[in-house]
């Protein structure tokens, strides 16, 4: 039983949500078993801005629709340069750790499930990424955004030298 992973588009604002996990819960009371959801989704234009969100609710549709919303709230900007990230970087979230390391063009998006996700709605589209530690599909994804926030923008970083774009590439 294949479940499709990507949402539609959204005709009002154009992103694109991207649902990894989706956790079912049991709890046992008197009548029997009740049931609540979460939901991790990322939420992405992919133009360099991203997003994630982590919703719980009594209903399926209810905890994808509290995560899209808190994912849209907690977006951020990523460097994007050409088509890959601009530096090699370790991302950490307690025991887990996400190593991204740009790649040529061509190269295509080589990561796992969490980390893909977040990239195909970045619009990055050639990157090479490893998972190590924690298998946790939460934790991954705060790493890989830990390791997105800290990316350098080579405009910024040219500004705060005093240099020109030109001169930082050679």
């Not at 090479?128 to 910024?156: P, Q, R, W």
Request: proline share 2%.
């Amino acid at each position: 039983m294949e479940r499709s992973r990507e949402r539609d588009k959204d005709k009002n604002d154009g992103y694109i949500e991207k649902l990894i996990k989706l956790n079912r819960v049991a709890k046992v009371v008197k009548g029997g078993r009740r049931f609540s959801f979460s939901a991790l989704v990322v939420v992405g234009d992919q133009k360099g801005k991203v997003g994630y969100g982590f919703g719980k609710a009594n209903d399926v549709t209810e905890a994808i629709r509290k995560a899209v919303d808190r994912a849209k709230v907690n977006m951020i900007v990523v460097p994007v340069k050409k088509t890959s990230i601009p530096h090699e970087i370790i991302g950490n979230y307690k025991s887990a750790s996400v190593l991204l390391r740009p790649a040529v063009p061509g190269t295509g998006v080589i990561a796992g499930g969490a980390v893909r996700a977040i990239c195909d709605a970045c619009g990055i589209n050639d990157i090479l990424s490893k998972s190590l530690g924690s298998k946790n599909s939460i934790n991954t994804v705060k790493a890989a955004f830990d390791a997105l926030e800290h990316l350098f923008d080579a405009k910024s970083m040219a500004k705060n030298r005093g240099k020109s774009l030109s001169e930082m590439w050679g």
